[in-house]
């Protein structure tokens, strides 16, 4: 069992920057690919990146590649994001979760999730 709290949504003006952090229980949270992923109002969940077990470069959804950047500390068993130039379409509640496969993308994929945290993009 994962248990996963997102920390750090807030409000931003666009162009700005925000990170935001997943603190994760248990014991295995090395053992697990992390993801990041965002709900607008009216929209589906979807993908924004994930990074594998140890960490290093993580893979983006094109929407948010060159802006964002995901990192894990596995001794804080803590996974983060960094946006940079925020844009208002980031406007979403961003989710962090855990999976076992090691190309995982999709929602099924992911078998534990946290609560969310909003991020507000203002333009």
């Known amino acids: 069992q994962v248990q996963l709290v997102e920390s750090g949504g807030g409000l931003v003006q666009a162009g700005g920057s925000l990170r935001i952090s997943c603190a994760a229980s248990?014991?295995?949270?090395?053992?697990?690919?992390m993801g990041w992923f965002r709900q607008a109002p009216g929209k589906e969940r979807e993908f924004v990146a994930r990074?594998?077990?140890?960490?290093?470069?993580?893979y983006y959804a094109d929407p948010v590649k060159g802006r964002f950047t995901i990192s894990r500390d596995n001794a804080k068993n803590t996974v983060y994001l960094q946006m940079s130039s925020l844009k208002p379409e980031d406007t979403a509640v961003y989710y962090c979760?855990?999976?076992?496969?090691?190309?995982?993308?999709?929602?099924?994929?992911?078998?534990?999730w946290g609560q969310g945290t909003q991020v507000t993009v203002s333009s």
């Open positions: 248990g014991r295995t949270f090395s053992s697990y690919i």
């Open positions: 979760a855990a999976s076992r496969s090691l190309f995982a993308k999709a929602l099924p994929e992911y078998d534990y």
């Open positions: 990074i594998n077990w140890s960490g290093g470069r993580g």
